[in-house]
């Protein structure tokens, strides 16, 4: 059975630095493309980062150079490294694994940045 568990989330000042954590079961993180998508209240699912099997990453814009996305291999375990958080990024963030009929999401860890 194919899994992601997300950890890492919590409340921290605007400034301040969180890292998550996406733990994968049943999937391989290095064999697939993996990604980080967040949902603020009121407000669609949108693509944070994502990383491809051969390591290409790609960022939205309102989170370059602030945001890093990462993986162990070793470990199966995909992060999100968060630098420089601001108010805006506050939400709730899912770990995707796959892509289509095949992916896969978590249940989502909770960021709130306070200002």
């Known amino acids: 059975q194919r899994q992601l568990v997300e950890s890492g989330g919590g409340l921290v000042q605007a400034g301040g630095s969180l890292t998550l954590s996406c733990a994968a079961s049943?999937?391989?993180?290095?064999?697939?493309?993996m990604g980080w998508y967040r949902q603020a209240p009121g407000k669609q699912r949108e693509l944070v980062a994502t990383v491809t099997s051969g390591s290409t990453t790609n960022y939205a814009d309102s989170v370059k150079g602030r945001f890093t996305i990462s993986r162990d291999d070793a470990k199966n375990i995909l992060y999100l490294q968060m630098n420089s958080l601001k108010p805006e990024d506050t939400a709730v963030y899912y770990c995707?694994?796959?892509?289509?009929?095949?992916?896969?999401w978590g249940q989502g860890t909770q960021v709130t940045v306070s200002s």
């Open positions: 995707k694994g796959g892509s289509g009929l095949f992916s896969v």
């Open positions: 049943g999937i391989i993180v290095s064999a697939n493309s």
